[in-house]
């Protein structure tokens, strides 16, 4: 509810889902939101950005084709309706290097066209400990939720608040 009032609302349709380490719970952290969102009769699209180590598929029971990797190379892509109000872009497969896929102009315009489609778009990033990938989904969206537990190492968390600060992305939770 918080959420939705403050971030979505307010004009901003996308949010970066981020975590300092992987296995820390962010993907399923996502999925569960979109899937909350969508229950509350949001239109909501989640997108797997981590194209490194893409997981998002499996907690829908998806195939990992068609997906983000493959739009960003200009071929064909298809967004899966997961139950009503929920639609989910899988990560796809590329042999290209995923920053440089990912800092394409179509990445920008997806996420622009998403947000005019849909009230809540959720993008799934890597984890920081991958690399600088999540500052550019971070970056086009303006916001990051970040996930994190006890365990997080405070360098880890450190890199993490590194990368955000830099790609100007205000930490909204």
């Not at 820390?24 to 950005?49: H, M, N, Y």
């Not at 995923?98 to 102009?105: A, F, V």
């Not at 608040?161 to 930490?171: I, N």
Request: charged fraction near 25%.
């Amino acid at each position: 509810g918080l959420l939705l009032e403050h971030w979505f609302d307010r004009g901003r349709g996308v949010l970066a889902v981020v975590s300092a380490d992987s296995s820390k719970g962010r993907t399923r952290v996502a999925g569960e939101l979109a899937r909350a969102f969508a229950r509350a009769g949001v239109s909501t699209l989640l997108i797997d950005a981590d194209l490194r180590a893409s997981r998002l598929h499996r907690a829908f029971g998806l195939r990992n084709r068609a997906g983000l990797a493959d739009f960003l190379e200009g071929e064909r892509t298809r967004l899966a309706h997961c139950g009503q109000n929920l639609s989910v872009l899988v990560a796809g497969r590329s042999r290209a290097d995923p920053l440089e896929l990912l800092s394409r102009r179509r990445m920008r315009e997806l996420l622009a066209a998403a947000a005019r489609r849909y009230r809540v778009v959720l993008v799934d990033t890597p984890a920081a400990a991958r690399g600088p990938d999540l500052q550019l989904s971070a970056a086009f969206a303006g916001g990051a939720l970040v996930v994190a537990n006890f365990s997080t190492r405070k360098s880890a968390l450190a890199r993490l608040r590194e990368l955000l600060g830099s790609s100007k992305a205000r930490v909204v939770g």
